[in-house]
Structures are given as structure tokens and as C-alpha cells.
């Protein structure tokens, strides 16, 4: 046969398989429309189109694993701002106790323009731009708030019984990730232990776009003035996993810090640690993890605890070691999160518990031998709350008081051995944090001690 002629055999196959794979994508989804239609036509009762498109996403992802889900158009504006980590309003935490109660405010933000605006706690909101949102519902309330940074928007609250006007400017507001135990007298994150001057303390709520520069910035302001350091990913769902990479790089010198493997088990990427840290490698570590410590958060973990650069300390984590990719729909005004690959930790185990998985297999991240320690659920609780106050000073104010001025101020501390300076702490009605926290504490124990061994 003339090559030519086979070339145009070869096409025409080609052509016909395209045309048979796209028909029998279109016959399913012709179904769907059909079943759309039909119910649009014959149910007993209208329905809102848009409810059955949402419900029909929903089911077919959740036919899939429990991390694969669709994004309504309401809900994915949401995800991208966590993921940006930051967002355009006045900058408050608002809650709903019951639907068709006003919304109240929770707290402004640190450096927000509510605050700043003298917006408090336990503030009702009655009003937004002359309109009565007192039986409006949270998504709804808190999308009135928004707007273009610069403009400006008229609340009415309910304060003590008094309808007060306030006016506040939106403006970018930032979500940090990366704390540290309390926030000085000028709401300063501070990262050394107050107990414990000689430890420093860092948290990770999460793993965005900005997490790698933010703790970058912290190391850098810390830069190893400390004996040991502490890196709390507890209660760390995840988040970004080349935010995980950049975060796991920081402490490590070289190897691989994670891969990804795709359907069939085929390696997808190999992340591998560049030369240099921002921790000395002589200062000992110690990975905070529990129960809800899962994705990102478990890379990280593995990692150090894979090339013996700290200690796992706290209880296994949750288990995800898969990776999720956010695919636009509608233009991008919604979308699918869809598994698409598992992530192997530096030993090459896949620590993902399956729906099927017992407490004898193996999967998580476990504490290493003789750091396993459990917390009361009346100590977690403490311990979450404490988190909270620190992170929303105002939360930390007498009800009676007039600002955050009026926190507590704890006892100057010993300046000679201590970098901590103008304290102000919350103190859990003046219970330590390191008796509060059992974790934390077999966390220095551990570090002091190895700073004992290498002296």
C-alpha cells in the first residue's frame, strides 16, 4: 500500500475513534440533560434549575473519593481567597447563631478598617447601606459587606440595646498563616516560648500562597537565636502542595522531600530539597502533630521526620495522601476538585487511610517511639480557645474595658536571657501554657535535652 494511502487510513481511524470517544461522552451527557428536563417538566413541584444542577454535580463526585467535590459558584470565591489568603471587605469574623437571628460580629481583624472603625464584639448587624439585614442569612450578609477596595460601606449595629452608625472603608485584607505563641502590646506576633525564652514557637494554620514568604520573613527575624525550635502544624488541614515543598525546604539540606504518582503509579514530580537552610541544622526540632494535622501538613512532617531533622511529637495525623487539583467550570465562576494523583512520602510510603483502614495499618504520620501524647478533650478545647484569643486580641479584652489596651500585662521578664519584651498574654486564668499543653511540653523537654547532648 502507497505510504500515502496508509497515512490517510491512519487519519481516518484516528478521526472515527475522536468520534466515538466524544459520542459516548455526549450520550451521558444527554442523559443528565434528559432526566433535567423531564423533572423541569413533570414534577409536582418547580424546581430551581440551578439546585438540580448542584445536586447532580454532587453526585456524580460523590461517587468518587471523599476529597473530590464541585465548587458552587457562592462557595469557590471562598476557596480562592483562602488560598490567596487574602480578601477584599472590612475585615471581621461574623457568625449566625440561628437562621433568622441577626448576624453578629465575632471580632474584627488585627489592622483591619473595622477595627480601626470601632466595630467590637457581640456587635449586631441591623443595616448594611440603608437596607434591614436583620433576618438576612450569613453568605448573604457577609457578600453585602464586600466590595472594591476604597469604597465605603454604612452599617447600622446593635450595641447594648442602642442602634450605632458606623462607616468602614473595604480594603485588601491579608490572612497570615504562619504565628507564633502571642501578640506583643502592639499586636506583634511573638516567637519565643515566654515560658521557655530559650525555644522558639511557630504555628501553621494553613498552607497558602503566601505561607513560604511568611515564614521565610519569621526564620529570617528569628535568625537562630534560639536553642530549639517548635513547628506546630496541629489542627493543619493542608492546603498548597508546593507550599508544603517550599515550607519543608527551610529545613532541609538536600533529598527528597516528596513525589507525586499518578493513575497507574506512574511518578508524575519528585521534589528534592535545594542546598541550604534557614534553620541551622545543629538546632534541634520538633513537629507538633495530631488528629487533624492532614495533607500538606503531612508532607512537611514526613519529610523532617524521614531524614531524622527533628522529632514528630502529639498524636498520628488524619491520613490524606492524595493530591487535589482545582479545575475551573463556567468560566471560572465555579469548579471541580478532583483527585489526581497520590503523594509518596521521602520512604516512599503513601500514608492515605482508606475508607476500609484500621487502627493497626499503616497510614499518617505516627509521633516517633516514646513522643506519643494524647490531650483530654477538656485541654484541647483550652488549648483551641487560647489560639483564638491570641490571634483576636480583642476576644482578650475585659467586656469592661475600652481596647486592647486593657489586656492583662504578665511580669517583665528577665532580659538578660529572654527576647521576649512587652508582653501581653493571655494566661487561661493564669494556668501556664506548657501545663496546659503536654504536647508542647514533651516537645522542649525533648529540645532541651538534645541541646544538653550537644553541649
Known amino acids: 500500500m502507497p505510504s500515502r494511502n496508509f497515512n490517510i487510513l491512519l487519519f481516518a481511524i484516528l478521526i472515527a475513534w475522536l468520534c466515538h470517544a466524544t459520542f459516548r461522552r455526549a450520550r ?5 440533560g434528559d432526566a433535567l428536563g423531564l423533572i423541569d417538566q413533570f414534577y409536582v413541584e418547580p424546581v430551581d434549575d440551578r439546585e438540580l444542577l448542584i445536586a447532580a454535580m454532587r453526585g456524580m463526585t460523590g461517587a468518587l473519593d471523599r476529597h473530590s467535590e464541585f465548587i458552587p459558584i457562592d462557595a469557590y470565591g471562598s476557596l480562592q481567597d483562602s488560598i490567596n489568603q487574602e480578601f477584599t471587605g472590612i475585615g471581621i469574623l461574623i457568625e449566625q447563631s440561628e437562621p433568622g437571628e441577626p448576624v453578629q460580629i465575632v471580632t474584627p481583624l488585627v489592622g483591619s478598617p473595622a477595627r480601626a472603625a470601632g466595630l467590637r464584639p457581640g456587635d449586631e448587624i441591623v443595616e448594611v447601606d440603608g437596607r434591614d439585614v436583620r433576618d438576612w442569612d450569613l453568605v448573604n450578609v457577609s457578600k453585602r459587606l464586600k466590595g472594591l477596595a476604597g469604597s465605603r460601606v454604612s452599617l447600622v449595629v446593635r ?9 468602614v472603608a473595604r480594603s485588601r485584607i491579608e490572612m497570615e ?3 507564633g505563641e502571642y501578640r506583643d502590646k502592639d499586636d506583634a506576633w ?4 515566654r515560658e521557655a525564652p530559650d525555644i522558639a514557637y511557630v504555628r501553621l494554620t494553613g498552607f497558602g500562597e503566601k505561607t513560604v514568604t511568611e515564614l521565610e520573613s519569621v526564620l529570617n527575624q528569628l535568625d537562630n537565636d534560639f536553642d530549639g525550635l517548635v513547628l506546630d502544624l496541629r489542627g493543619n488541614s493542608g492546603g498548597l502542595l508546593y507550599s508544603a515543598v517550599g515550607v519543608s525546604d ?13 493513575r497507574g503509579g506512574v511518578v508524575e514530580e519528585e521534589f528534592v530539597a535545594n542546598r541550604g537552610t534557614l534553620v541551622d541544622p545543629d538546632k534541634p526540632i520538633a513537629v507538633l502533630v495530631d488528629g487533624d494535622s492532614a495533607s500538606a501538613s503531612e508532607i512537611v512532617a514526613a519529610a523532617i521526620q524521614d531524614h531524622d531533622r527533628g522529632v514528630v511529637v502529639g498524636t498520628r495525623s488524619y491520613g490524606k495522601g492524595t493530591v487535589q487539583n482545582i479545575l475551573p467550570l463556567e468560566y471560572g465562576r465555579s469548579a471541580l476538585r478532583l483527585t489526581v494523583a497520590r503523594y509518596y512520602r521521602p520512604n516512599d510510603k503513601n500514608i492515605h487511610r482508606t475508607d476500609d483502614a484500621t487502627e493497626e495499618d499503616d497510614w499518617g504520620v505516627r509521633p516517633d517511639p516514646g513522643f506519643e501524647v494524647k490531650l483530654e478533650p477538656e485541654a484541647v478545647a483550652k488549648l483551641v480557645e487560647r489560639w483564638r484569643r491570641s490571634a483576636y486580641p480583642m476576644l482578650a ?3 469592661e474595658a475600652e481596647g486592647p489596651e486593657e489586656r492583662e500585662e504578665p511580669e517583665e521578664p528577665d532580659e538578660a536571657s529572654s527576647p521576649i ?3 501581653a498574654v493571655v494566661t487561661d486564668g493564669g494556668r501556664p501554657l506548657l501545663e496546659l499543653d503536654a504536647q508542647l511540653r514533651r516537645a522542649v523537654e525533648y529540645l532541651r535535652d538534645a541541646v544538653g547532648e550537644t553541649d
Not at 159 to 167: C, K
Not at 190 to 193: G, H, I
Open 28 to 32: 451521558t451527557a444527554m442523559v443528565v
Open 159 to 167: 450595641r447594648d440595646g442602642e442602634r450605632v452608625p458606623v462607616t
Open 177 to 179: 498563616s504562619v504565628v
Open 190 to 193: 511573638m516567637y519565643w516560648l
Open 250 to 262: 527551610m529545613f532541609l539540606d538536600s533529598g527528597r522531600i516528596v513525589s507525586t504518582k499518578m
Open 397 to 399: 479584652v475585659d467586656p
Open 421 to 423: 519584651d512587652d508582653a
